[in-house]
């Protein structure tokens, strides 16, 4: 897994040897000012103010937020959304990485995360909106997470996606065209 440095040193129990995750409860009721761990993903192609905000409502949820982003790769996102990203993996992990509100960048996470892949990252909460995401074997991958207390919904903006920005290009097609042809003239 590819991961930008981190800044700080994870949170073990007073033991000092095994890390253990909170719950959303836990973190909501705790006093303390500990590092909470969050973990998100997406695509992020054509990076947009919706990211941004998804980002910004994880990063800011609790007063002491390290977020970790997962960026899909290229082949995961043809797999199972059916097509390539406009923008390369590189192009969309840099973009990322450039959000002010982004700790550390992975390249190459699992498209749809696990309860054991996020213990490996020593994380508390993933980070997500809670629409339902289904796989062959569940129809909602953020249900294990949902079930144990250890998901953080996000809201979804309103008009702002991957998807309305290339159906805007696609309507002023013509008119980007026209523009084209001028200056090359």
Known sequence: MAAVQEKFSPRFESSGTCWKPRTLSEVEESKKDTVVRIYTDGVYDLFHPGHVKQLKQAKKAFPNVF?????????????????????????????????????QVMATPCFFPTIDFVNELNVDLVAHDSLPYQLPETDDCYAPFKDVDRFLATERTP????????????????????RQSRRNA
């Open 67 to 103: 977020l970790i982003v997962g960026v899909c790769t290229d082949e995961d996102t043809l797999k199972y959304k059916g097509c390539l990203p406009i923008m390369s993996t590189e192009e969309r992990v840099e973009m990322v990485k450039q959000c002010i509100y982004v700790d």
């Open 159 to 178: 008009m702002v996606s991957t998807t309305d920005i290339l159906n805007r290009i696609l309507g002023k097609i013509e008119t980007i065209q026209e």
